[in-house]
Nanobody, 126 residues
Framework: QVQLVESGGGLVQAGGSLRLSCAASGRTVSTYSMGWFRQAPGKEREFVATISWTGTNTYYKDSVKGRFTISRDNAKNTVYLQMNSLKPEDTAVYYC???????????????????WGQGTQVTISS
C-alpha cells in the first residue's frame, strides 16, 4: 500500500522559510514524478511544483518561481519543497502527490497523480 506523509508545515512570518518533506512508502519515488499542490480556504487545489522521475526537470507555479525549490532524495524515498521568502498568499494546506504512471514526465495536472498525502498546514503571517 502506497503512503505519502508530509511534514514540516507551520506558522512563520512573511519573509521566512519552511521546508516541507514528503516521505513515501510502498513505492519507490525514484521511478515516479512527484508533485506538490496546495489548497487555500475556499479555493480550488492548485499546482505548486513538480519534479520528474529522473530529477532533471522541475516546473513551478509562476508565483513561486525563484522562491520555492522542489528536490528529491531517492535514498530516503523522500521529496522536499524548500520555501523561501514566504508571503501571506502562500498560506494553504500543502499536499504531495505521486504520478499515476511510472517513468512518465512531470505534469502540472492534479488528475495525473493518484496517491496523495494527508496535507500539512502552512500559515504565513503578515
Amino acid at each position: 500500500q502506497v503512503q505519502l506523509v508530509e511534514s514540516g508545515g507551520g506558522l512563520v512570518q512573511a519573509g521566512g522559510s519552511l521546508r516541507l518533506s514528503c516521505a513515501a512508502s510502498g513505492r519507490t519515488v525514484s521511478t515516479y514524478s512527484m508533485g506538490w499542490f496546495r489548497q487555500a480556504p475556499g479555493k480550488e487545489r492548485e499546482f505548486v511544483a513538480t519534479i520528474s522521475w529522473t530529477g532533471t526537470n522541475t516546473y513551478y507555479k509562476d508565483s513561486v518561481k525563484g522562491r520555492f525549490t522542489i528536490s528529491r532524495d531517492n535514498a530516503k524515498n523522500t521529496v522536499y519543497l524548500q520555501m523561501n521568502s514566504l508571503k501571506p498568499e502562500d498560506t494553504a494546506v500543502y499536499y504531495c502527490a505521486m504520478h499515476r504512471n511510472r517513468g512518465r514526465i512531470a505534469t502540472t495536472t492534479a488528475g495525473d497523480y493518484d496517491y496523495w498525502g494527508q496535507g500539512t498546514q502552512v500559515t504565513i503571517s503578515s
